[in-house]
């Protein structure tokens, strides 16, 4: 299997890397490339590389489908949880992967041995050119894994500099604001329910995005509610 997956639909294309034995990561998710060579994408992988910047770790840290601390990433974690015996900060290894071609989606197989977790991981493209990922993951272990929240990543590129997502509350529910897309965590509010308060979207977008042409990124969101115990 190439180690470098390629899906287009819809004008759209998605380039992941699966090289090594971590988690895959997106290389690119937007207007569709082509066919490229294969050449070509090793190159476009190449150029996706960080810099390496002082105060931090002396190789670039890949950002995956599913970010983890334990590979180094210092943002929020993909997946955060514990268990009654210890804390727990995941190292997936890659297990299996297979590509569908005609239904343009990657499964993936990973395990936490040690950790006592494994993790499937779906991503792929629709014939609407709309990027799909969804993620399981089931306790292996031997005491009780609490899990506290599971996200998987979309990346956006550096020329996304504007956010519009939807706030307010009671009579001014989802109410579009537009403002600087700076660092930092924004979609988490609480109400008196238990859970996530869902939301339509988030949508990061190039500054020009008034009524002229501009480039966006659209991650819907859904309501991440537990279900009723007792």
Same mark, same amino acid.
């Given at each position: 299997?190439?180690?470098?997956?390629?899906?287009?639909?819809?004008?759209?294309?998605?380039?992941?890397?699966?090289?090594?034995?971590?988690? /895959?990561?997106? &290389?690119?998710?937007?207007?569709?490339l %082509?066919? !490229?060579?294969?050449?070509? @994408?090793? +190159?476009? =992988?190449?150029?996706?590389?960080?810099?390496?910047?002082?105060?931090?770790?002396?190789?670039p840290? /890949?950002?995956? &489908?599913?970010?983890?601390?334990?590979? %180094?990433? !210092?943002?929020?974690?993909? @997946?955060? +949880?514990? =268990?009654?015996?210890?804390a727990?900060?995941?190292?997936?290894?890659?297990?299996?992967?297979?590509?569908?071609?005609?239904?343009?989606?990657?499964?993936v197989?990973?395990?936490?041995?040690?950790?006592? @977790?494994?993790?499937?991981?779906?991503?792929?493209?629709?014939?609407?050119?709309?990027?799909?990922?969804?993620?399981?993951?089931t306790?292996?272990?031997?005491?009780?894994?609490?899990l506290?929240?599971?996200?998987?990543?979309?990346?956006?590129?550096?020329?996304?500099?504007?956010?519009?997502?939807?706030?307010?509350?009671?009579?001014?529910?989802?109410?579009?604001?537009?403002?600087?897309?700076?660092?930092g965590?924004?979609?988490?509010?609480?109400?008196?329910?238990?859970?996530?308060?869902?939301?339509?979207?988030?949508?990061?977008?190039?500054?020009?995005?008034?009524?002229?042409?501009?480039?966006?990124?659209?991650?819907?969101?859904?309501?991440?509610?537990?279900?009723?115990?007792?």
């Open positions: 299997m190439d180690d470098l997956v390629h899906f287009r639909a819809a004008g759209t294309s998605l380039v992941l890397d699966l090289s090594g034995s971590g988690l /895959p990561r997106i &290389v690119h998710w937007g207007a569709d %082509g066919a !490229l060579a294969p050449g070509r @994408l090793t +190159g476009l =992988r190449t150029a996706d590389v960080a810099q390496t910047v002082s105060n931090a770790l002396d190789v840290v /890949p950002l995956s &489908v599913l970010p983890q601390q334990s590979g %180094g990433w !210092l943002g929020t974690p993909g @997946l955060s +949880g514990h =268990r009654e015996s210890s727990a900060a995941p190292a997936f290894t890659v297990r299996t992967r297979s590509v569908a071609e005609e239904s343009r989606r990657l499964t197989e990973a395990a936490d041995a040690e950790g006592g @977790l494994a993790l499937t991981l779906e991503t792929g493209l629709t014939d609407a050119g709309l990027v799909r990922l969804r993620a399981a993951v306790d292996t272990g031997d005491d009780p894994y609490h506290a929240e599971l996200t998987p990543a979309l990346p956006v590129p550096a020329q996304a500099t504007e956010l519009l997502d939807l706030t307010g509350r009671h009579l001014r529910e989802r109410a579009p604001r537009r403002h600087a897309f700076t660092l965590t924004r979609r988490r509010m609480r109400t008196s329910s238990s859970g996530w308060t869902p939301c339509c979207a988030s949508t990061a977008s190039t500054t020009s995005s008034g009524t002229t042409t501009a480039t966006s990124w659209t991650r819907p969101r859904t309501s991440r509610r537990r279900p009723p115990t007792g």
